[in-house]
């Protein structure tokens, strides 16, 4: 078999990028997945899984903050524009999950996400909720990062969609996603 004529890019590109952002526990990783699900040519990129693939070295955040852990979310950041480009080229739409909180952070995306536009939706059930799903889930966290919280909803307040997901079921938050960004699956 040669590969001469094969192309990666696809005839028509994804429909731009989305972002479901939020705080541990809000359900990033579940509604992602499911609304990813809903796409015939969808990826779903946790970008908690591209600081995984740090072998040594790998500082993840902590509450009293670490410039090398800051570099690191950047530098994950970076890496899952560039793979949700090459997947968007591809006709994959990707749907990224990670925590963002901070504006510079939110505005780090929009500068490196060349798949537009750039569907930035967060997910906000409450710090109370977002705790109770953390305790509930395999994955759990030993950190309450509930005060996060607050600092995404004084940074990122009207800098993208907002859906509170406190009392939806994962398909409810599917379908209020794809209604919020036009996207049609």
């Known amino acids: 078999m040669t590969f001469e004529n094969i192309t990666v890019d696809a005839p028509r590109p994804a429909p731009g990028t989305v972002l479901l952002a939020g705080i541990p526990g809000s359900g990033k990783s579940t509604v992602a997945a499911a609304l990813a699900a809903r796409f015939d040519r969808s990826a779903h990129i946790e ?19 670490d410039p090398e852990a800051d570099r690191q979310i950047l530098l994950r950041a970076r890496n899952a524009c560039l793979l949700a480009d090459s997947l968007a080229a591809a006709g994959f739409l990707p749907v990224l999950d990670d925590v963002v909180v901070r504006r510079s952070h939110l505005d780090f995306y929009r500068a490196h996400a060349r798949a537009v536009p750039l569907h930035a939706v967060i997910l906000a059930p409450g710090p109370e909720k977002a705790w109770e799903r953390n305790n509930a889930r395999h994955k759990r966290l030993t950190t309450n990062w509930a005060f996060l919280d607050e600092a995404m909803r004084s940074e990122l307040s ?8 406190a009392d939806r079921t994962v398909e409810e938050t599917v379908e209020a996603v794809l209604t919020a960004t036009g996207l049609k699956a």
């Not at 009207?158 to 997901?165: F, K, M, R, T």
């Open 47 to 65: 970008v908690d899984r591209l600081q995984e693939l740090i072998v040594r070295g790998c500082h993840w955040p902590t509450p009293d903050g």
């Open 158 to 165: 009207g800098e993208a969609v907002w859906i509170d997901n």
